[in-house]
Every structure is written in structure tokens, then in C-alpha cells.
């Protein structure tokens, strides 16, 4: 146990971010007091069944009031209207942030809102699941990762150390970016391949020539890894593409003028362009796994045995 | 220990797969004798090394003579040449199959050398890792997985049932499809999501704002899914593509379209067209899921532990 970093922390948004967080802050005793609060009654409900914290409030602004920390963990597109209902609230000195994967529109639509005296700190803590709502999350979900938080010029120093010792604390390495390099960066690393993942799933799904059926049977060919960053949540990724629009059309333009290439290279049967390519892309898992954010065996660690099948 | 199905059973090429058709077939006693040939001197010294088979040859002929299954397992773009080599040393009544991802080009650049007598009858096991050789394989690969074979017109009945056998005492559930329909379905299934994978790792790699080092660190918000896929042997995938041209242009230009109509939802905010389709794509997963080819485990089941990290 640490000693406490906060008196009264408060998540808005009991998601699998969400979730994680109150899980790990318990977990190391990071506030005195952990509150969040949820619109929707279901979440509440099975929160409170997995009593994952001390009060769970449908009214955001009461789990915000009197907290001297508050993290927004709800998509990207309520925030500003969140950030708008618990200003009247938050406490002089109080750290407000958000887990958001887009950073500029959270500053613009956040920003705004906040009193003077709330330190306003926009982050981004680089880990996620497939999986969502609060049963889905844990407490190891931050350990190993990167956060990256996009402080304000004035940002107070202390506030910010504060804040990194807050993520310190939960396993993450903290990076400091302006939020448009952010946006820039999450755009090709997560945002992009997300959207071509829910792409090829989709066109999979409506093909004429190959049924459904054989999509599914024949998947492990390759196909069944994109599924499943094609079932992240559907709410989420929608105010993503929606907030990052800029950022997100500049990568894919560069994806699709490659591919293009790509394919001209097959249709002129142009083996070397392809061979050249296939072999640098080796390089890069190699880095990522070496970077300590990929594990290292073969198939992703899918089982493979003889007497259970997969 | 089964019966063995053949009394000597030759492998031609000692890769990922290859090499996993050993182990299978030796743990299993599904041949008196198991040989095997590859080009590589260095593959060859491997599989001494760790003792995969009775005997290694450089020259495949010497390992198909007197063999009643020769299993081709070389890259598709030499399977031909292979085929010339090794055809007047079949034995009359030997089955010769393959385990290429295309099946229209093999048939085209086997079929034609195959003697009266050799029952020629082409396949594919929808299994693999992203490793490449004969260190890689393992004798659990296609257990679960489904062999897809090709048969030709009028091919025997008995060699059939027996080639059958031979792959469900591998582990695997054996599908018969004409050549041309198997080619366009592992398009969609594998070779299109192998280049996607393969292109992505390229655009991230060549970007003059985003740093690879950056692209490396943050990979974890979705890119490195990607990575694995791309990671896979850059001969055997250059030979796929230029070897199943049409039915990738084909599905390749399915996957654009497709697209360029999500990068027109994003630039017009239409918000609802983008829930609409990540809604979808969720169904598809859980159908994999339920279908026993994928791992429900969330993350690919990668770990998350605070005491080891990953």
C-alpha cells in the first residue's frame, strides 16, 4: 500500500477504462476515498454488485464534488457536456483528467469549462481490451503501458507531478506530448487500425461470392486477428473518428495511396516490391516485442493442444 | 497410435508447415517412414539437429522415390518446378498433395507433370503461425483446424478417403471445394488481411511526423495486432499474391470501396453510419468465437500481470 496521493477520487464513466482505474486505485490504496459515477442504472447496478467502490452516483456531478481528483472516462463526445455539468462543483485545486483517445477536441471541448483554480491536465493512458463495460475491466490493464498526458502551457508543476506519480502508481510510464502530436500519433498507432479492421470485417460480411459461413470456418487464415479490435465498442470509436477527423483522413490517405502501390505491384506482378516490403515489416514486431509491448509467442499464445482443442 | 495410413510418406519443403507434418505423423505413426527434402543446407542441418524425420535430402526426387504420399510444402511459386523434379520417380498408385495457400496456380503448374497412376490431389491446411521454419513447427498446428482439398475431376474415390483420413488423424476437419472457390475465399479470409497487415506496418514505418520509435511505444492501442500477421515468411507470401492475383484485386477492390466510404462518413461526421457498421462487426467475432477458431479470452489472452509485467 502507498499512502494515499488523493483524498477523494472521482471516475466519471464506469467503462473498462473506468472500471480498471477504480480497481487499481483501490488496489493500492491511491485515495482515501474512490466515488464514480455512471449514466447509465445498469452499469451502476453491476458496479455496485462488484462493489467496486465506495458511492456509485448516476449524477456526475456529485461524485465530482468535493474530489481532488477527477477522471473523465466517458467517450470522447459527452465529455464536454460532462466537463460542463461538474465545473459548478469541482474543488479549488482539484486535478481534473480525462482518459479520452483524442486530445485537441478534449482540450476544446473541456477546456472551456473548467474554473479557475481546477487544474485541467488532458491524458491518454495507452491500454484497452476488445472488451467492455465494468465487469470487463482489471487492475493489471495499465501495468507496462504508456500514458501520455498533453498538459496546457501554465499547467502547474506540482498538479502535473502529482498526476504522473498518480499513473507511476498504476504500472504506466508517463510521456509528456502537445495534444495535436497526440492526435497524430494515436491516429496511425490505434485509430486507423481500428477503422481497417471494422473495414475488412465488414466487407467479409457482405460479400455475395463467399458466405458468411465460410468467412467464420476459414478465419484462421489470417482474417480472425482483425475481428478483434473489430469488436471494441462501437460508442467510443464512433466519437474517435468523429473528434480526430483531421489526423485520422492525413494517415488514412497515406495508407491507401501504399496500398495502391501494393496493388499495382501484384497486378504487374512485381515480386521484388513485395518481397522488399514484407521483409521490413518484420523488423518492426521485432521492435515492439523488444519494447517490452507485445508478447512474444508465436500466434499470439493461442492454444494449441492435442487433448482440449482451442 | 494409429494404423499407419502409408509406408513411406516424403515432405517437400521443411518449413512452419512441413515440418509440423512431420511431428504429427510421427507422433501419431501415421507413416512406416517419414523423409523430407529441402533446398536450404542450413534448414537441412536444423532438422538433423532436432531429429524431425528418418532421412533429410537435398534433392527431392530422392525423397518422393518409392513414396506413397508426397506432401509439397515448398513456397507455391516452385511447387512446378518440384513437381517436374521429382514426377518420374512416383511411384504408380502414390498420392501427391500439397499445402499451398492457392490452389488454381497449383494445379495449373503441378497438375500437367503428375504421371497416370500418381493420384494428384491438391489441398490446404487453414493453419499457421507467423514464424517460418523448421524450428517453428509443431505437432499440435492443425488440430481444430479445417483442411480444405481440391479434388479433381475424376480423382479416386480411395485416395481421396485416404488423404482424408491421413488429415483428420492430423486433427483437422477436411472440406472438399473446387480450386477456383477456395482461392476466392482465402482471399478474403487470409491474403487480403495479410496485405492490409503488411501495408499498414509499411505506411507507419515511412511517416516523416510520426517517429518509429513512436509508433513502436504506442503500438499497443491496436497497431501491434497487426504486426503478427505481418511478421509471416516473405517468400511464401510473395509467391500467394502473385499467384492468386485476380481473386485478390477481385476482394482487394471490395476492401477500398468499402473504404472510401467510411473515410466519406468520417469527413461528413455521419456518426450513425460508423455505429451502424461497428455494431455489425461484433457479431462476426462472437460467430468465430462460438465456431471454436478463435480464443475468447479478451486481448488474445496476453498477459496482464502487475508481478512480471509482459
Redesign the interface.
Do not use: C
Given at each position: 500500500m502507498t499512502t494515499p496521493l488523493f483524498d477523494r477520487m472521482a471516475v466519471i464513466g464506469l467503462g473498462l477504462v473506468g472500471s480498471s482505474l477504480v480497481r487499481i486505485a483501490r488496489a493500492k490504496g491511491l485515495a482515501k476515498t474512490i466515488v464514480a459515477a455512471d449514466a447509465s442504472s445498469s452499469v451502476r447496478q453491476q458496479a455496485e454488485e462488484l462493489k467496486l467502490c465506495d458511492e456509485v452516483f448516476a449524477d456526475a456531478a456529485q461524485a465530482a464534488s468535493g474530489a481532488d481528483l477527477v477522471v473523465l472516462a466517458t467517450p470522447v463526445g459527452v465529455m464536454g457536456t460532462v466537463a460542463a455539468d461538474i465545473a459548478p462543483h469541482l474543488s479549488a485545486g482539484a486535478i481534473l483528467t480525462d482518459v479520452g483517445?483524442v486530445k485537441e477536441a478534449v482540450v476544446k471541448s473541456v477546456g472551456p469549462h473548467m474554473p479557475k483554480g481546477v487544474h485541467f491536465i488532458p491524458g491518454h493512458p495507452?491500454?484497452?481490451?476488445?472488451?467492455s463495460g465494468p465487469g470487463?475491466g482489471?487492475?493489471?490493464?495499465f501495468?507496462?503501458?504508456?500514458c501520455?498526458l498533453t498538459p496546457l502551457e501554465g499547467t502547474d508543476e506540482a498538479a502535473l507531478a502529482k498526476l504522473t506519480e498518480f499513473w507511476n502508481s498504476c504500472?504506466s510510464q508517463v510521456?509528456l506530448m502537445e495534444e495535436k502530436h497526440h492526435d497524430?500519433?494515436?491516429a496511425?498507432?490505434?485509430?486507423?487500425?481500428?477503422?481497417?479492421?471494422?473495414?475488412?470485417?465488414?466487407?467479409?460480411?457482405?460479400?455475395e461470392?463467399?458466405t458468411?459461413q465460410?468467412?467464420?470456418?476459414?478465419?484462421?487464415?489470417?482474417?480472425?486477428?482483425?475481428?478483434?479490435?473489430?469488436?471494441?465498442d462501437?460508442?467510443m470509436?464512433?466519437?474517435v473518428?468523429?473528434s480526430n477527423?483531421d489526423a485520422?483522413?492525413e494517415?488514412?490517405g497515406?495508407?491507401?495511396e501504399?496500398?495502391t502501390a501494393?496493388?499495382r505491384a501484384?497486378?504487374w506482378?512485381d515480386?521484388e516490391a513485395?518481397?522488399k516490403?514484407?521483409?521490413?515489416?518484420?523488423d518492426?514486431?521485432?521492435?515492439?516485442i523488444d519494447?517490452?509491448?507485445?508478447?512474444d509467442e508465436?500466434?499470439?499464445?493461442?492454444?494449441?493442444?492435442?487433448e482440449d482443442?482451442?
Open positions: 483517445s495507452i491500454a484497452g481490451t476488445e472488451q470487463a482489471f487492475a493489471e490493464l501495468d507496462g503501458r504508456w501520455i504500472g510521456e497524430l500519433v494515436l496511425i498507432t490505434s485509430h486507423v487500425p481500428h477503422l481497417i479492421a471494422y473495414n475488412i470485417v465488414g466487407t467479409a460480411a457482405d460479400l461470392g463467399v458468411q465460410e468467412v467464420i470456418k476459414y478465419s484462421a487464415g489470417g482474417f480472425r486477428d482483425f475481428t478483434r479490435i473489430a469488436a471494441s462501437p460508442t470509436w464512433r466519437d473518428f468523429l477527423k485520422v483522413l494517415m488514412l497515406r495508407f491507401s501504399d496500398l501494393l496493388q501484384i497486378r506482378g515480386g513485395l518481397h516490403l514484407f521483409t521490413h515489416t518484420r518492426i514486431r521485432r521492435g515492439i519494447a517490452g509491448q507485445e508478447t508465436p500466434d499470439f499464445g493461442r492454444r494449441h493442444d492435442l482443442g482451442e
